[in-house]
């Protein structure tokens, strides 16, 4: 079965900077599109930044200019770099391929305080 592992969370002041990486015991990255999603208490989980096969991204209004989404095929490596973090940044982070999602990991906390 394959296994998602999210990493790199942490506690950061606003304005700070983080960096999540993402990885799948299997091919799975290769040759799909990949997302990074979060999910903060008592919401739903949202998708923030995509990266296509061939490497195009596309992010949510709400991270626009500011978070930074990147991929490793060859290390089966999806990462997300934050950058100006805001307290509503703060969430449980995810990645998945997208459309279609895989079992989704644990998750890594990234809060981000006032």
């Known amino acids: 079965q394959v296994q998602l592992v999210e990493s790199g969370g942490g506690l950061v002041q606003a304005g700070g900077s983080l960096r999540l990486s993402c990885a799948a015991s299997?091919?799975?990255?290769?040759?799909?599109?990949l997302g990074w999603f979060r999910q903060a208490p008592g919401k739903q989980r949202e998708l923030v930044a995509a990266?296509?096969?061939?490497?195009?991204?596309s992010y949510a209004h709400s991270v626009k200019d500011r978070f930074v989404i990147a991929r490793d095929n060859a290390k089966n490596t999806v990462a997300l770099e934050m950058n100006s973090l805001k307290p509503e940044d703060t969430a449980v982070y995810y990645c998945?391929?997208?459309?279609?999602?895989?079992?989704w990991g644990q998750g890594t906390q990234v809060t981000v305080s006032s």
């Open positions: 990266i296509t096969s061939n490497g195009s991204p």
């Open positions: 299997g091919s799975i990255f290769n040759n799909n599109a």
């Open positions: 998945n391929t997208l459309p279609d999602s895989h079992a």
